[in-house]
């Protein structure tokens, strides 16, 4: 049964300025370890979408789960195939429990100057 849905869409640019302003200190409270290793790898452009797709989900999951849980208590992963979920750590597995949701499925995609990202609890 679907508990929440949620749908954000962000402009890439905006984290190239937030970055610019607030460098380290804004990956750093936004993005988990993991997530920022995996964006140290690509290019500029390539590491600026990877990070809007993945503050476009955490806002997605926000929205479909009613909040309850911080930035970077969500953390989002990719299979080798590539489709992005959301990784299942104390923090986030408390806060689902408490919502009685037991899955988010995430959804991102990008497009030139925007990523758009949406979660589904279940």
Known sequence: MIKGIGIDIIRIKRIDEALAR????????????KEIQSSYCLRKKAK???LAGRFAAKEAIFKSIGGGISWRHIEILAKES???????????KEALDEKNIRRVLISISHDNDYAIAQAVAL
Request: a neutral charge; glycine letters at 8%.
């Open 22 to 33: 607030w460098g380290k200190q804004f990956e750093e409270r936004v993005f988990t370890d």
């Open 48 to 50: 600026l979408a990877y």
């Open 82 to 92: 590539g489709e992005p979920y959301l990784a299942n750590n104390k923090k986030t």
